[in-house]
């Protein structure tokens, strides 16, 4: 692997590349089955879908699709349960931390750009003590479109100071590949995080890494 050299900034999406919240989105759409009378499905039913939010998640748990009409209810339901209980699994995949602190120690800043909505990211983070540590941390919600447009990682790049050229940008969706194209800045594919059924090979990424320690081996 063929380190890059000139990278002053690591932006990161957060479900599934920066930190494993799979578990307690999982267990919010079980709370909502269990409200129903119904038993809680395995925490790998809901990987897959875990990026793709209320829609992804309440899919798996009732087979509920955004048109039924009961979806409005559900969805506020499994958001209540998650924001009561954000960060009693997730935690940062294995690896990212050691990275994070290179990153640190080497005074390029890193940061957050996600579509989950400010009133989930900002607690998570929080909770996790990265608030402090991240440069920017940008909600899908604070911008006028949400990734794949390349608004929230514009106004990141305004937030931390840095060019398009010297930054990268770290997501496990085709989503994510093609906002930092259309941000011009460079992208890399996270092949640990929730892909479902997706090939990143196949969405055009600058670099695809399997793990965080090879993320840590093209970047620190």
């Known amino acids: ?22 578990p307690d989105l999982g267990d919010a759409a079980n709370s909502v089955r269990i409200e129903l009378g119904m ?50 699994r997730s935690k940062l995949f294995p690896g990212m931390n050691q990275f994070l602190v290179a990153l640190e120690l080497a005074k390029k800043p890193w940061g957050v750009v996600t579509n989950k909505p400010a ?17 920017c941390c940008i909600s899908g919600d604070q911008v006028p479109r949400p990734k794949p447009a390349p608004d929230s990682l514009l106004l990141a790049l305004k937030r ?27 992208s890399i594919a996270a092949a640990w995080g929730y892909l479902g059924a997706e090939q990143p090979a196949s969405w055009d990424a600058d670099h695809l890494v399997a793990t965080p320690a090879d993320l840590a081996q093209l970047l620190a």
């Open 1 to 22: 692997m063929t380190r890059i050299e000139d990278v002053d900034c690591v932006l990161f999406d957060l479900d599934g590349t920066l930190v494993d919240t799979a």
């Open 39 to 88: 038993p809680p499905l395995p925490d790998a039913d809901y990987r897959p879908v875990a990026s793709a939010g209320a829609r992804g998640l309440l899919k798996v748990a009732l087979d509920m699709a955004p048109d039924h009409p009961e979806y409005p209810v559900r969805r506020d339901a499994l958001l209540a349960h998650y924001r009561a209980n954000l960060s009693r």
């Open 160 to 186: 931390v100071g840095i060019g398009a050229a010297r930054c990268v940008y770290v997501g496990d969706d085709r989503r994510d590949i093609d906002a930092a194209k259309a941000a011009g800045i460079r």
């Open 119 to 135: 009133f989930l990211t900002d607690p998570l983070m929080a909770e996790l003590k990265l608030a402090t540590r991240a440069a």
